[in-house]
């Protein structure tokens, strides 16, 4: 598995998820918590495969096939396990877990915002 492309892959479909789940929400708190979190994450994630790209190699074999979620808190609940369960398997560069660090701030923080705020 080339985990590089899966982890960006991920992080830019999960931004494409929460696009989604921002434009169909009746809930304010929500709306604003994934607008946040979708502008945010394409950034980090283009951040982060720049960087890894500038160490290593350039990135080509995307994964094909993903899915449309529509349960904010569960979605990005599952994001958050898969960055804590990839991290492992990405370079140990710091400067790249720094950025992954930041990836798992935005998400910690945006499921705060989903489930203290209605």
Known sequence: MDYPAVFVA??????T???FMHL???????????????????????KWAEAYQGSYSIIKSYPKDFHLATDPVK???GVKAFVKD?????????????????????????LYKLKAFK
């Open 10 to 15: 991920t992080l830019f479909h999960s931004g």
């Open 17 to 19: 998820n929460a696009h």
């Open 24 to 46: 169909q929400t009746d809930s304010y708190a929500k709306h604003v918590a994934l607008n946040e979190y979708y502008d945010t994450i394409i950034e980090l994630g283009d």
């Open 75 to 77: 979605y990005i609940t």
């Open 86 to 110: 990839i991290r492992d398997e990405l370079p140990k560069d710091s400067e790249l877990q720094n950025i992954v660090d930041e990836i798992a701030d935005l998400i910690d923080s945006t």
